[in-house]
């Protein structure tokens, strides 16, 4: 080995923001400090805007038939206009992301569970038409029984829609998004839970809106806790969520998911308070989304985040060899 | 063909020793060895013809005439338009480094020159065929990822799941593309454009397991010659790839080359990503239909 002084092909890694470390910077080895893995082809604002809307759609289902089940038909009705509306624009959104908009049925081509983007595809291809079904009787109360047969499998499959975009980000070699596959689906469903909420909470007057609220407020707080959780146990990896764009919106999705828990704990009973958490909840589950599509577009373009981490498994994984071999 | 599209879960360390047969996991109950290349970079003098090759048999469309400042690479890395790169780096050796000589030979070191043609690594556990969604990339008769350009619809999802940053989506045809292997010339018992090109025999085409006989032999021979660097690269089935069916010899840290150190599929972990997501979806479910309880406005 050529040692330290390499004068080609070593950077210090550097970092943008002005955040603290948890882990000292390290040197490492590129290729003209080029990035090992391509860029992510997912566009913006589609794809991170589809996380949100997937979410946002997949909740309101759970909650449109919690409110039917307990007999609020504003809440319900809302939630089911909201839950279509949501994945219509989902949809328009991932056709457009396509290389090739024209062959978007390909996707329902073969079903494999080892491509969440497969599993997605149909996923969304019964809950969609389900969706439509339960707002279509809703708003027009027609056929009330298909109607309500398809509120009930709009909510078994809302919560899977709002889910597998987990899974579709971490099965990636995108750094951090896969090393965050522990977390990220608790994360999206959480964030899902608190903008189904808060829409409702925005939409819905006060004396219909109490699932909402709950929903709301599990669901922020949950988001926040499992957001400490991801940072603290991605180790280098984080700093990709706490600096740069990425980092401004995780902060920003962070104050307003506490300032809309807060809001709506306290005032959520009148309608101005609640107005205002519904929609600083909503727009911190958006943030959210970004802040982590961000973070993971960061971290496929710094080879340091691919090279940094493997080197050190490398070592671990000789320095744990070395201890099974050494007499005890 | 169409069916070939991967075996489900079939992946993870477990499965190190049916790695070597990635075409009878596919389904291919009797089928031709697997073939791959063995590009021995102590040999490449950098000439390119692979690039060349590559691009005249496959008809692939140029992508930039720019001068990048990176030595004599002026094509950067592989992308949906380029399947054969080389790589040129420029190594001052550090005098700690350099063989005692006597004082009176004060002259500083030649600058040590690298050159690397890099390629889609066939990899045995391929990322990008497990979470491609429609089955257009599959596995070819000849343990060879390959994508139907008929059936890719540019859904990006291979371009990220790769570990080795191969796959492009080209912009003006909107797919996914990538080294084939020459699939149409092997099928008719012909080697690779760019191994049948290039002069110095650094890009070796063949049966993998001899491939890696050979790729053995060579490391031991540089070493016995005092090359004490050379080492090989994807050529171990117990790597977190399972072995590549291109794998290489390198003469540094494979992230010298902007090859990643230690790649590990992403799909390995894609069972447990499941389960979270199973467990995370039910949580929903409850927390939505609990909502609803508590006191009746």
Redesign the interface.
Known sequence: ?????????RKRGGRAGGEQLMVPPAE?????G?????D???GMPDVPGYLFLGGLA??SS??A???Q????ADLARTAKTAAVGAIGLSALALVQ?????A??Y??L??F???????VG?WLLSGYGPAAGVAAASALTGWLPGIGRAATAAA??L???V???T??LL?????PAW?DA??E???L???S??SA??GLGLFLVRS??S???R??AM??AGAELIVKRLMIHRLGRVAEAYQTARAGQLMNAAEILSVAGLATAALGGRHRAAATLAGAALMASSAFTRFGVFLAGQAT?RD?KY??VP??E??QRQAEDAAQASSPA | MNTHVGAPFATGPADAAGGLDPAGRSGYADHPPRMGFFTDTSVCIGCKACEVACKEWNSVPEDGIELSGMSYDNTVSLSASTWRHVAFIEQVVPPDAVPALGDDLAEPPAPRWLMASDVCKHCTEAGCLDVCPTGAIMRSEFGTVVIQDDVCNGCGYCVSACPFGVIGRRETDGGAHKCTLCYDRIVDGLTPACAKACPTESIQFGQLDELRERAEERVQELHNAGVAEARLYGENPADGVGGTGAFFLLLDEPEIYGLPPDPVVTTRDLPRMWRHVATAAVALLAAGLLSGLGRQP
């Open positions: 080995m050529t040692g330290n002084g390499r004068a080609n092909g490492f080895g590129s290729y003209y080029r990035p090992v893995l391509k992510v082809v997912w997949g909740a759970v909650l038939a919690s409110a089940l307990t007999g609020r992301d396509l290389g090739r908009p062959r978007f390909n996707m081509r073969v494999k569970p080892t491509s969440p983007m497969s595809s909510a078994v809302g919560p899977g709002a889910g597998y987990a899974a971490a099965d990636t070699a995108v896969h596959h522990s990220l689906p608790y999206f469903v959480s899902a839970a189904a909420g004396d219909q109490g699932p909402a709950n929903l599990a669901g496929a080879p691919t090279v493997q080197r498994r490398i």
